[in-house]
């Protein structure tokens, strides 16, 4: 990647985001209604974008047009680390992404490699008492979570250099992954070198061959054409992540009890949505990938190595103490239940 351009690059967004909190700051409600400022990275064609048109649609006729969504996407307001803080001060009112880690660090248990294997038992674990525990933790940091899915299925890995059979073959590999330390944990036990990156500088990263690779559910893999820079395609579902709805707090305490319950319940809806599209799309993504990747499905004894390479991982963070090992049996267990 040129040096020179990229620090041009980071100028221009540092300028942007500047510009859009000294925007935001200056927008106040009016006496008519109340105005929800919401934006992800993801492209306005992708699930996630897809199931916030439906929340602004539903909510702004729930509320009787009480309160306006804004909706801004393909991460024109910045990179998700810069949506969180944006949220977070409140120039901006809700998000979704990976940066859950500053709502409740507890969320991180979703995304432990390995700890669901299929879409039921993720299912299972962000609709249980766990999460709802979860989504009321994220107040202590200012934050307002309705509801939490599934981050866009299960992970998989691509690269330029060689297929992945087994956790050795990512020895040496650049794998950009999310700037979450649970990925970054994983894809060194996996005996990768892992790269944080932003989702929206992945292709250029990818095209110039500053990382070798990248962890992605298959749908972002899609909608930000990761294939076009990318020659192999391994799925292990390793893991999947939280969706938490992110909201800042003080906003929502502005809201009167009838539209914070009017709120909720879009945001529960909108976040099943996604859910449920996620879950019925994936397989054609994969179809869809498939005409431009070679895919190598690991899975049965072939996992195996992959399962005991990352248990180290596991270890790690209830030394850190951000998990016990009786949260993490305890997800297990509910993940396993069968409905």
């Given at each position: 990647?040129?040096?020179?351009?990229?620090?041009?690059?980071?100028?221009?967004?540092?300028?942007?985001?500047?510009?859009?909190?000294?925007?935001?700051?200056?927008?106040?409600?009016?006496?008519?209604?109340?105005?929800?400022?919401?934006?992800?990275?993801?492209?306005?064609?992708?699930?996630?974008?897809?199931?916030?048109?439906?929340?602004?649609?539903?909510?702004?006729?729930?509320?009787?047009?009480?309160?306006?969504?804004?909706?801004?996407?393909?991460?024109?307001?910045?990179?998700?680390?810069?949506?969180?803080?944006?949220?977070?001060?409140?120039?901006?009112?809700?998000?979704?992404?990976?940066?859950?880690?500053?709502?409740?660090?507890?969320?991180?248990?979703?995304?432990?490699?390995?700890?669901?294997?299929?879409?039921?038992?993720?299912?299972?674990?962000?609709?249980?008492?766990?999460?709802?525990?979860?989504?009321?933790?994220?107040?202590?940091?200012?934050?307002?979570?309705?509801?939490?899915?599934?981050?866009?299925?299960?992970?998989?890995?691509?690269?330029?250099?060689?297929?992945?059979?087994?956790?050795?073959?990512?020895?040496?590999?650049?794998?950009?992954?999310?700037?979450?330390?649970?990925?970054?944990?994983?894809?060194?036990?996996?005996?990768?070198?892992?790269?944080?990156?932003?989702?929206?500088?992945?292709?250029?990263?990818?095209?110039?061959?500053?990382?070798?690779?990248?962890?992605?559910?298959?749908?972002?893999?899609?909608?930000?054409?990761?294939?076009?820079?990318?020659?192999?395609?391994?799925?292990?579902?390793?893991?999947?992540?939280?969706?938490?709805?992110?909201?800042?707090?003080?906003?929502?305490?502005?809201?009167?009890?009838?539209?914070?319950?009017?709120?909720?319940?879009?945001?529960?809806?909108a976040i099943a949505k996604s859910d449920q599209m996620?879950?019925?799309?994936?397989?054609?993504?994969?179809?869809?990938?498939?005409?431009?990747?070679?895919?190598?499905?690991?899975?049965?004894?072939?996992?195996?190595?992959?399962?005991?390479?990352?248990?180290?991982?596991?270890?790690?963070?209830?030394?850190?103490?951000?998990?016990?090992?009786?949260?993490?049996?305890?997800?297990?267990?509910?993940?396993?239940?069968?409905?």
């Amino acid at each position: 990647m040129n040096i020179k351009n990229n620090i041009y690059l980071q100028i221009a967004r540092s300028a942007l985001f500047c510009l859009v909190l000294q925007f935001f700051n200056s927008c106040t409600t009016g006496d008519k209604g109340y105005v929800f400022k919401y934006s992800n990275e993801q492209p306005e064609t992708a699930i996630r974008s897809q199931s916030m048109l439906f929340f602004k649609e539903r909510l702004e006729k729930e509320s009787d047009g009480k309160i306006k969504v804004d909706l801004f996407f393909s991460g024109v307001l910045g990179n998700e680390r810069e949506l969180m803080d944006l949220v977070s001060t409140g120039a901006l009112q809700g998000t979704r992404g990976g940066f859950f880690n500053d709502v409740n660090p507890k969320f991180n248990l979703l995304t432990l490699p390995f700890l669901v294997s299929n879409w039921d038992e993720a299912s299972n674990l962000v609709n249980s008492s766990l999460m709802k525990t979860i989504n009321a933790g994220s107040r202590t940091n200012g934050f307002h979570v309705p509801a939490t899915g599934i981050s866009q299925g299960f992970r998989a890995h691509t690269n330029n250099k060689k297929p992945i059979l087994t956790p050795r073959d990512f020895k040496g590999l650049k794998m950009r992954v999310p700037m979450q330390e649970v990925f970054i944990q994983t894809a060194r036990a996996f005996g990768a070198n892992p790269q944080e990156l932003a989702a929206i500088d992945i292709y250029q990263a990818l095209q110039t061959g500053v990382i070798d690779g990248q962890d992605n559910p298959p749908s972002n893999i899609w909608d930000f054409k990761m294939y076009e820079v990318s020659k192999y395609l391994t799925v292990t579902n390793y893991a999947t992540g939280p969706d938490p709805f992110i909201v800042n707090l003080k906003w929502y305490n502005t809201l009167p009890p009838e539209l914070k319950i009017i709120f909720d319940r879009v945001a529960k809806e909108a976040i099943a949505k996604s859910d449920q599209m996620n879950r019925e799309k994936e397989s054609e993504y994969l179809d869809m990938l498939s005409k431009h990747l070679k895919i190598n499905y690991i899975s049965g004894k072939d996992l195996i190595p992959f399962q005991e390479a990352v248990k180290p991982v596991y270890n790690y963070f209830i030394n850190k103490g951000m998990f016990t090992m009786a949260e993490i049996k305890e997800a297990q267990k509910i993940a396993k239940q069968k409905n």
